[in-house]
C-alpha cells in the first residue's frame, strides 16, 4: 500500500525530490511518458514506481473517451488519498482542452498540454513553487519536429518510438485534431537517431507510433522511408506499426510485409463501423466494401498476417440493422481481433450535435457482444499457429511461465527456470490456453 508522503515543504530542484509518472491511452502517450521520464531522469531526479509514494506525479492523460477522462479523476483522487504531499502534473490530450476542469481537482499544480508537455521538466524547474495551478495550453503549431531525448522504456522490452503527431482527418466522433493538432511529422533522421539509441539500449523491437502513422511525410520521405531506414540498425530484430489508417497503408508496404524482413506480419486498422451509412456520417474516408478489398489483399499477400481493428458501438443513429453489418462483416472478414469502444459524446467533436442517441444499455448489450466474437477470432487465429515453430520475443514472467509475442502478435508462454526477459527464441507452439498459445522450446 502507498504510505502517505513527508510533509516537508516539496523542492522543485531536483535534489531529492522523487517523481513518478502513469500513462492513460495510446501507445504515443506511452512513447511520450518515456521520453519525459528520462529528461527527468537525466536532470537528477530520483524516478520511483507509480505505486511509491513520490513528491510529484505526473499523469499523462486520454481524452478519447469519456473514461479516458474519468480514469483521471479516479487517479488524482486515490492520488490524494494515499499520498495527500504529492503534487499532481496533468499533462497531455485532455489537459489540452479541459483546462478549467482539470485545475479544480485537489493537489493539481500543473495543466500542461500537448503543445508543452515535452518541456516539462524545464517548466517544473522555471517556476517558484505555488498552492495555485499553472495552467500552459498554448496552441499546437503545424511543423515537424524532433525529440531530444530517447525514450528508453525501462518496463517494457520493446520500445514505442513517436515518428508523427496531429491529424487532419477530423472524423465526427474524435475531437483529437483539437487536442493533438493538425498532421506534422518527425526529422527523419531524428528517428533514426533515436533509434539507434533505443537499440543500443537493449531493445530488439521497435513500435512505430503516432496520431495518423500513414500520414508521414518529411523531406519527400514517407512511411515505408522510415522503415527501410530503421531495417539497417544493426541489433534491431523486428519493426512493428501501431495503429494505421486504411487509407494511407502505401501498397510497398504491403509487398515488403509479404516478404522476409524485419516488419512484423501485422496491421491493426482501425474499421470504426461496416455500415456504409454510419461510416459516412462518421466521416469515414471509405466504404465497407473498400476496407474489406484492402483487408482481403493483405491476407492474401502476406503470410499468417494478423490483422486487428477498432469499433466504435452506439454512433448516433446506429439501428439494430447497422449494428448486425458490423457484426455479420467482421464474422465474414479476416479479422483476428477487435477492440471494442462504447461511442463518447465529446464536446469539441461535431457528432455531439447528432440525433437519434443510441440508450447506454444498447450499447453495452452490442459491446459485449463484439468482445465475444473478438475472443472468438483471436483463439481461431491462435489455433492456425498451433503446430508451427515461430520465433518469440519474451517480455515478462509470472508463476514461472515467461510470455512474450511472435512477430505477428501471438502471445506465447513457456515454462522456463532461466530467465527469457528480451531474450528472442524459436518456440513450438502446442495449444491454445485461453488468452495465450502454450509453447516449448
Not at 175 to 199: H, M, N
Request: glycine share 6%; charged share 25%.
Amino acid at each position: 500500500m502507498i504510505q502517505p508522503a513527508a510533509k516537508n515543504p516539496l523542492p522543485l530542484s531536483p535534489k531529492n525530490t522523487t517523481i513518478s509518472f502513469y500513462t492513460l491511452g495510446c501507445r504515443l502517450n506511452q512513447s511520450e511518458t518515456a521520453v519525459i521520464q528520462n529528461s527527468f531522469q537525466l536532470e537528477g531526479y530520483d524516478i520511483v514506481n507509480f505505486e511509491q509514494p513520490a513528491d510529484i506525479v505526473v499523469i499523462n492523460t486520454c481524452t478519447v473517451t469519456e473514461h479516458g477522462d474519468a480514469d483521471t479523476r479516479r487517479l488524482v483522487y486515490k492520488i490524494n488519498r494515499l499520498n495527500p504531499q504529492a503534487r499532481i502534473a496533468l499533462i497531455g490530450c485532455q489537459a489540452q482542452i479541459q483546462k478549467e476542469k482539470l485545475t479544480q481537482l485537489p493537489n493539481v499544480r500543473w495543466v500542461v498540454g500537448n503543445a508543452q508537455k515535452m518541456d516539462l521538466v524545464a517548466i517544473l524547474k522555471s517556476l517558484k513553487d505555488s498552492d495555485r495551478p499553472r495552467v500552459i495550453t498554448p496552441a499546437i503549431p503545424r511543423k515537424n519536429f524532433t525529440i531530444p531525448v530517447a525514450g528508453i522504456d525501462r518496463y517494457h522490452t520493446r520500445a514505442n518510438l513517436k515518428i508523427q503527431d496531429g491529424c487532419d482527418f477530423f472524423c465526427s466522433f474524435c475531437e483529437i485534431p483539437y487536442a493533438r493538432g493538425r498532421a506534422r511529422s518527425r526529422v527523419f533522421a531524428d528517428i533514426l537517431l533515436e533509434a539507434k539509441t533505443l537499440v543500443a539500449a537493449g531493445h530488439k523491437e521497435i513500435i512505430l507510433t503516432g496520431i495518423n502513422l500513414g500520414t508521414y511525410r518529411e523531406a519527400g520521405k514517407n512511411i515505408l522511408d522510415v522503415v527501410n531506414g530503421l531495417e539497417q540498425i544493426s541489433g534491431l530484430e523486428r519493426i512493428r506499426i501501431s495503429s494505421i489508417e486504411p487509407t494511407t497503408i502505401p501498397l510497398a508496404l504491403i509487398q515488403k510485409m509479404a516478404r522476409p524482413s524485419k516488419l512484423c506480419r501485422y496491421l491493426h486498422i482501425p474499421l470504426q463501423s461496416a455500415s456504409n451509412q454510419i461510416l459516412l456520417k462518421m466521416g469515414r474516408k471509405y466504404s465497407a466494401e473498400e476496407f474489406q478489398q484492402f483487408i482481403q489483399n493483405v491476407f492474401q499477400k502476406v503470410p499468417e498476417v494478423c490483422i486487428g481493428t477498432d469499433t466504435i458501438v452506439g454512433f448516433p443513429g446506429e439501428t439494430d440493422e447497422h449494428f448486425r453489418e458490423t457484426y455479420d462483416r467482421l464474422c465474414e472478414w479476416p479479422i483476428h481481433y477487435i477492440h471494442v469502444f462504447s461511442y463518447s459524446k465529446r464536446l469539441l467533436a461535431k457528432s455531439k450535435d447528432f440525433t437519434n442517441e443510441v440508450s447506454p444499455t444498447v450499447i453495452q448489450k452490442r459491446s459485449q457482444v463484439l468482445r465475444e466474437l473478438s475472443l472468438r477470432k483471436r483463439r481461431m487465429f491462435y489455433g492456425q499457429g498451433v503446430g508451427t515453430e515461430q520465433t518469440v520475443l519474451f517480455e515478462e514472467e509470472k508463476n514461472g511461465y515467461w510470455t512474450g509475442w511472435t512477430d505477428n502478435y501471438i502471445r506465447v508462454k513457456v515454462l522456463s527456470p532461466d530467465n527469457l526477459a528480451n531474450r528472442s527464441l524459436i518456440v513450438r507452439l502446442i495449444s491454445v490456453e485461453d488468452k495465450d498459445v502454450l509453447g516449448s522450446y
